[in-house]
């Protein structure tokens, strides 16, 4: 029950601290520490999230006109730009990294499936993409990217069902994204989204060792044996349905398993796809519908770009950048704590929304979060009595 706390705090409540305490044991970030700790930190980065805060003059700006309420907000007794950016650069990033993910797994658990997914499929539904997050090489020089170029890539494993990352890995912008699958760790029995980026034959068979499937867009150098063909519906798009071997030399040693390769139509773009998937049970207009829920993760990067703080750093060395993506993920998924706990009805951008100019009001959160009908309006005077003509 809310007894004049401030929505901020009301918000933190949400995070498990004694969780984020036992990490910092782990990697000792409050060794030497005096009174700005790891937990005051992480804090302030959030709050620097929600409000949108472009750099860090900018977030300490911001704050230092409310000293007086850092107690309450958990910014403990404040700290200087110095000191901020020197915590930004020496404390290890693993803490927050696996608080992260600490707390994906809490926003997982706690979240119902969207609504506009559609499949009748037991597993979990995951689309694996990246997307790169441009950084000036004379000022990120260890991002090197091209020669005039850096960048990093934010690889995401996003739960297609709940609207969750699952997984994150960040990298240079050099990297291959196919490399990026040597770090995921695949689940029995659910369901795995790529792009043709991602085509590696040796890395899907590793898919279908784990017991997993895996829908891909294949490439238009495809060397394909069929051995026999489904019955198909060229009325709902699907072109073609067959079963078949990869017949390449160094790809059929790779992948030396059943295949089954899909050819879509789709009306909406007037394009011909074709589908790669080691699932031969699902029909293939499931298997067509499982590779449209791709463009989700396309969505997700494009509103975690626009709405949260990845884009403009606060810090210039790689732990700091990537305590700031994870601190990003973090407020995500408090958001998404907030709105499954309390069953708000509203979306994640409008809650945060709201949350960037309320930070410091003392509503109840439950409160400020719900739904208004502003429609239902009485009037000023609708106690009047009614004049009768008759």
Known sequence: MNQGKFVYSQLTDFLPKRIFDGLVDKYVGNKYVKHFSCWNQLLCMIFGQITGRDSLRDLMVSIEPHSPKYYHLGFGKGTSRSNFSNANEKRSYKIFEDYAFHLIDLARKSSISDSDFLLNIDGNVYAFDSTTIDLCLSVFWWAEFRKTKGGIKLHTLYDIKTSIPSFIHISTASVNDMNAMDVLYYEPGSYYIFDRGYIDYARLNRV??????????????????????????????????????????????????KLRRIRFYDEETDNELEFLTNNLSLTSEEIAQLYKYRWKIELFFKWIKQHLKIKSFWGTSKNAVKIQIYSAIIAYCMVALVRNKLKVDRSTYEILQILSISLLDKTPLNELLTNQNYKDVKELYDKQLKISWN
């Open 208 to 257: 279908h060792q784990s017991s997993a499937f895996f829908v891909a867009r294949a490439k238009d150098n495809l060397q394909f044996q069929r051995l026999y063909s489904n019955k198909v519906c060229k009325a709902n798009g699907v072109l073609l349905d067959q079963v078949g071997r990869l017949t390449g030399f160094y790809v059929s040693k790779k992948y030396p398993q």
